[in-house]
DNA sequence: AACTCCCTCAACCGCCTAGTA
DNA sequence: CTACTAGGCGGTTGAGGGAGT
């Protein structure tokens, strides 16, 4: 169908809407309701097309909006329904009464997604990412200050533990993530004679906790050939990560449970009622139950992954948790507050990171 | 103080759908 | 059935302002 006559076309006013306007605007309105749109500019005495006049008005003068920083719930609700809905903001704005689609959107692009994407997790499928290169510089720098750790811990014994921990966890992950990667069909295989990089990476992990090369050579063939040959599981390489952990616990060297997201947000406050009516699953907002998995494609790389490229000092956690906190500054009453649902803050403000920094 | 960079968000653009003649 | 319009929606843009240097 055609599309309807732009504004600009009888020199009508475009941009930023003047309080004269405004009052215009809503003193008609007031009177005698929006009415057909087409025809009240020309009612309310307005130089602008009918299709601004709504935008302005069901976007910033609607008596009933509200205006301000989005609360924790109404940021959870936002999730929970991006996570069932996608982005069907208009879809999503009618549960959150006062607040317009445009404004979701732009919260949503301007806090929430980026939140996503630095937790490693898909904004659009909200599933762990799968692409091992988005998470890689995180494991690295998490690889890097746990190595950091471990060469202070003579000097603080009680932080010994906790660190060979969250070393033994970040090495797992990347083994998994590394796994994922050779598991997935057709032009990953292809890059199975030229993973240079991504074997250097993961030797730098590695050599954190004293693995050798040809340790990692072994790894990986054992790895796949438990999972490929003798184990006679079928593996479906678009399974999310925790079923492939299920998977690897077969293995001879079954390892801990992979440093996961999960775990940490499955604490209590990030439930919203855990699935959504469809039986959605959120892995940020919680459900114990397998059976909602959706099996997800491995996302193509996002160019607005934010990148960091320093990997080589104690400094990189520190930096990714400023990153994390600077998108939440501007809201929720501004700098990382002690509320536990924001939930990147819950993983950086693991007593140990405080111990880091 | 001056400049640059980055973020936010109001507003616009273009497409889609429903309704109607 | 076709053509057209109005309203609605999601994606994108760019002005303004704050932060950093």
Redesign the pocket.
């Known amino acids: ?8 076309e009888n020199g009508l ?5 003047t309080p004269e306007e ?1 009052q215009q605007l809503i003193q008609h309105i007031q009177k005698h309701g ?7 500019p020309k009612l309310a005495g307005l130089n ?5 006049c ?3 008005w ?4 609607r008596p009933d909006i509200k ?1 301000g ?1 989005f609360s924790q719930d109404e940021e959870q609700t936002i999730l929970h329904l991006h996570s069932i ?10 549960h959150l009464p006062g607040r ?4 979701i ?7 929430l997604k ?1 939140k996503l994407i630095q937790m490693g997790f898909d904004p659009m499928t909200h599933q762990p990412r799968t692409d091992i290169f988005s998470s890689l510089p995180y494991l690295l720098a998490l690889a890097n200050d746990m190595r950091d750790l471990i060469m202070e811990q003579h000097q603080y014994p009680a932080l010994d533990e906790q660190a060979m921990r969250l070393q033994a966890e970040a090495t797992q992950l990347a083994k998994l993530e590394y796994l994922h990667y050779l598991l997935q069909p057709t032009a990953n295989n292809s890059s199975l004679n030229g993973i240079t990089d991504m074997e250097a990476a993961l030797n730098l992990m590695l050599n954190s906790s004293s693995t050798s090369k040809s340790q990692l050579d072994q790894n990986q063939a054992s790895m796949i050939s438990s999972i490929l040959g003798s184990n006679n599981i079928i593996v479906n390489s678009s399974q999310p990560l925790h079923h492939q952990n299920s998977l690897l616990s077969n293995l001879s060297d079954p390892p801990q449970v992979p440093f996961n997201f999960q775990t940490a947000l499955n604490s209590e406050e990030y439930q919203m009622g855990g699935q959504g009516s469809n039986g959605n699953y959120h892995p940020l907002l919680g459900d114990d139950s397998d059976d909602h998995w959706v099996i997800p494609s491995p996302p193509a790389s996002d160019p607005s992954i ?1 990148h960091h490229p320093h990997h080589g000092s104690g400094n990189s956690i520190r930096n990714l948790q400023n ?1 994390a906190s ?6 929720g009453g501004g700098a990382r507050t002690s509320s536990s649902y924001n939930w990147p803050e819950l993983f950086f403000e693991d007593p140990i990171m405080h111990e880091i920094s």
């Not at 602008?48 to 601004?52: N, Y």
């Not at 069901?58 to 003068?61: A, R």
């Not at 317009?100 to 404004?103: A, G």
């Not at 600077?326 to 809201?331: I, L």
Request: charged share 30%; aromatic share 10%.
């Open positions: 169908m055609g599309r309807s006559p732009c504004c600009d006013k475009k941009g930023p809407w405004d929006h009415g057909s749109w087409r025809a009240l602008r097309c009918g299709k601004s709504r935008l302005r069901t976007n910033y003068l205006r920083k809905l996608g982005n069907k903001w208009s879809a999503i704005a009618t317009t689609d445009n404004e959107k732009n919260f949503w692009n301007t806090h980026k934010p990153d600077s998108s939440t500054s501007s809201y």
